[in-house]
């Protein structure tokens, strides 16, 4: 399965800065647009791992779990 976000990049100044439309909080920064989008990828994929670990961690024990595919 491929993951695929809508990151949003703007120029300020020196810098390029980047949102990720379906992830909040996750941003990123860089002096190129390229290192930008690289830490805004390493955002998104820490926020998600960090979401996914709290949600497991407050399971009931009989709760079951099923891998859902999308796309």
């Known amino acids: 399965m491929r993951n695929e976000f809508t ?9 390029y ?7 909040p909080g996750a941003n990123g920064q860089g002096s190129t647009r390229e290192e930008c989008l690289d830490n805004l990828k390493q955002a998104i994929a ?3 791992e960090h979401r ?3 949600s497991l961690r407050s399971l009931p024990p009989e709760a ?5 595919v999308v796309g």
Request: glycine share 4%.
């Open 7 to 15: 990151a949003v990049v703007e120029q300020d100044g020196l810098w």
């Open 64 to 68: 079951k779990q099923e891998l859902v």
């Open 46 to 48: 820490l926020i998600l």
């Open 52 to 54: 996914r670990e709290e």
């Open 17 to 23: 800065i980047a949102y990720c439309a379906e992830v």
